[in-house]
């Protein structure tokens, strides 16, 4: 073909993380047929949903089956009885939206990436190791990225000195992702860090796009959401979802708050968002929003909340392995991983042989999350308490 392609997509690493761990396993089990090998690598939640989310399903299932309830296109940002139920769900942490700055979408995937789109050239500075769609999806667009080291020093939480570091001068006009709970080193913000990261935002014009997909495992005195923050409506936009909270992963629901007075070029944001939303997506299906309202009702966070409980006992049970055997990590108290300190010096792959080889474990190497990340294994509490509880007494044996 003779057309122009986007040159940037040959910046992209090749995904290889996942296929390489696949790669690696298969081959093991190959030589090894009879060995029992247990997955604490996998960032999907395993348990079913909440019963009240699918009831609400299957009844929004019915009304679809007939004339007078059927349902056609949903209103792009989402219906409203789901966007009172988001207001609601903020309320818990004292934090009041108007409907107008939620935005329902099918997953926080899509909308940390398409947000992109609302931005010219700026200078995005991306926590490292993190979550690898917020690089690529600026790489694709060609943007020009500045990485935030999350070290054992900073405790994993860099702030805004460890961007001016980075960069070497005076900055202005910044894209800057945060992760809290931060996948994967599990570390959280407190309310100072994120005070912290709000005046630098509003001191020099500046973005936040705060992720708080892992919001459902904060505990304590720890912010859950950016807007918690004086402040904050002024500087950032923030991106949750039921993935984890609720068990969405394989139903899609999330949303997006891009608070009315952000602007930047005389253009509001928000309404750059609405005008992107209502050309490139269509809302997420009926039958969803249902169970997103279930899931966020009195009765759906409670089951939620169980979910997130059967979750953190593991975390809990390999934290204590870890601390035992005086191997240091960090996350699974506020999060489903646990970031763990190769022992010996190791580095993450060579670490990750060693556990699938010898003790039957397979994790995720911590290179695969940036650079930052060598040295390191996440290891995830999203496995069955048999499986956790297992993997540990072999982790305990081995360590
Ligand atoms: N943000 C972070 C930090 C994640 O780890 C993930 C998924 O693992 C997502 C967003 C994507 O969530 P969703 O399933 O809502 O697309």
């Not at 995005?124 to 993190?130: A, G, Q, R, S, W």
């Not at 980075?166 to 407190?190: K, Q, R």
Request: net charge negative; proline share 5%; aromatic share 12%.
């Amino acid at each position: 073909m003779k057309i122009k392609v986007n040159e940037n997509y040959r910046l992209l690493e090749k995904n290889y993380l996942f296929s390489e761990v696949a790669r690696r396993v298969a081959r093991y089990r190959e030589a090894h047929p009879e060995a029992k090998i247990i997955h604490l690598g996998i960032g999907d939640v395993t348990l079913p949903l909440p019963k009240v989310v699918t009831r609400a399903m299957a009844a929004a299932v019915e009304e679809m089956a007939s004339r007078e309830t059927f349902r056609g296109y949903a209103p792009e940002a989402g219906y409203d009885f789901l966007l009172k139920a988001i207001q609601r769900h903020y309320r818990r942490f004292g934090v009041e939206l108007a409907l107008g700055e939620i935005f329902t979408c099918d997953g926080a995937k899509s909308d940390v990436a398409n947000l992109t789109e609302l931005f010219g050239e700026n200078l995005v500075c991306i926590p490292d190791p993190v979550y690898p769609v917020y690089l690529d999806s600026n790489l694709m667009l060609g943007r020009e990225v500045a990485f935030l080291p999350a070290t054992r020093e900073n405790e994993y939480l860099p702030g805004p000195a460890e961007l001016e570091d980075a960069v070497g001068h005076a900055l202005e006009g910044v894209i800057i992702y945060l992760c809290s709970p931060n996948n994967p080193t599990g570390a959280v913000y407190d309310h100072a860090q994120l005070e912290e990261w709000v005046r630098f935002a509003r001191a020099t014009g500046s973005l936040i796009i705060f992720d708080s997909a892992y919001e459902a495992f904060v505990t304590g005195d720890f912010p859950h959401s950016i807007f918690e923050v004086e402040g904050a409506k002024a500087c950032a936009i923030e991106v949750a979802s039921l993935s984890k909270s609720a068990g969405f992963t394989g139903t899609r629901c999330s949303w997006t708050v891009v608070p009315e007075e952000l602007e930047a070029g005389g253009m509001h944001l928000n309404e750059m968002w609405l005008r992107r939303q209502t050309t490139k997506f269509n809302g997420v299906p009926y039958v969803v929003q249902r169970g997103a309202e279930a899931a966020l009702s009195p009765e759906g966070e409670a089951e939620c909340a169980a979910l997130v409980d059967y979750y953190r006992e593991n975390a809990e049970l390999m934290g204590s392995v870890f601390r035992d055997c005086g191997i240091a990590f960090t996350g699974g108290a506020q999060s489903p991983y646990l970031w763990v300190t190769c022992p010996r010096g190791m580095g993450s792959w060579e670490f990750f042989d060693w556990l699938l080889e010898d003790v039957n474990v397979v994790g995720t190497p911590g290179a695969g999350f940036g650079a930052y990340g060598e040295g390191h294994l996440r290891l995830t509490s999203f496995g069955s308490h048999e499986a956790t509880a297992e993997a540990c007494e072999r982790l305990r044996r081995f360590l």
